[in-house]
């Protein structure tokens, strides 16, 4: 769990929960603020659930290139937001990795039958 502290009423400091450093700051979400983002998620189905499988597979492979290509980086931000070595942050990123070619496999699978350009 990310190390975080309140500063202000709106405010949350992020911190590296194993050096205590400040990472950065963030504000905080009121109800009207989540409210929209549970929208805007519910809004995203809605236009997702229309996309054909072959093209969400296709999105989910640039998805894992793009990941692949910043690993480190990712991992880095891992490793200081959760007090982890970096080693560590590394792995757990990988796993996310596998995870994204996993469900890229699956729809794959279930695509079997429909048009495949």
Same mark, same amino acid.
């Given at each position: 769990?990310?190390?975080?502290?309140?500063?202000?009423? $709106?405010?949350?400091?992020?911190?590296?929960?194993?050096?205590?450093?400040?990472? $950065?700051?963030?504000?905080?979400?009121?109800?009207?603020?989540?409210?929209?983002?549970?929208?805007?998620?519910?809004?995203?189905?809605?236009?997702?659930?229309?996309?054909?499988?072959?093209?969400?597979?296709?999105?989910?492979?640039?998805?894992?290139?793009?990941?692949?290509?910043?690993?480190?980086?990712?991992?880095?931000?891992?490793?200081?937001?959760? $007090?982890?070595?970096?080693?560590?942050?590394?792995?757990?990123?990988?796993?996310?990795?596998?995870?994204?070619?996993?469900?890229?496999?699956?729809?794959?699978?279930?695509?079997? $039958?429909?048009?495949?350009?």
């Amino acid at each position: 769990m990310t190390a975080a502290t309140s500063v202000a009423a $709106g405010e949350i400091v992020v911190t590296n929960p194993a050096s205590g450093k400040e990472l $950065g700051r963030v504000s905080r979400a009121n109800a009207a603020a989540v409210d929209r983002a549970v929208r805007n998620a519910a809004n995203a189905f809605s236009s997702w659930s229309q996309v054909p499988v072959v093209e969400r597979t296709r999105r989910f492979f640039k998805l894992q290139v793009l990941l692949e290509e910043h690993i480190d980086e990712l991992a880095t931000l891992v490793a200081n937001e959760n $007090g982890k070595m970096f080693a560590d942050a590394r792995g757990e990123v990988r796993r996310a990795i596998e995870c994204v070619g996993c469900l890229r496999c699956s729809w794959a699978i279930r695509s079997k $039958g429909s048009h495949a350009e």
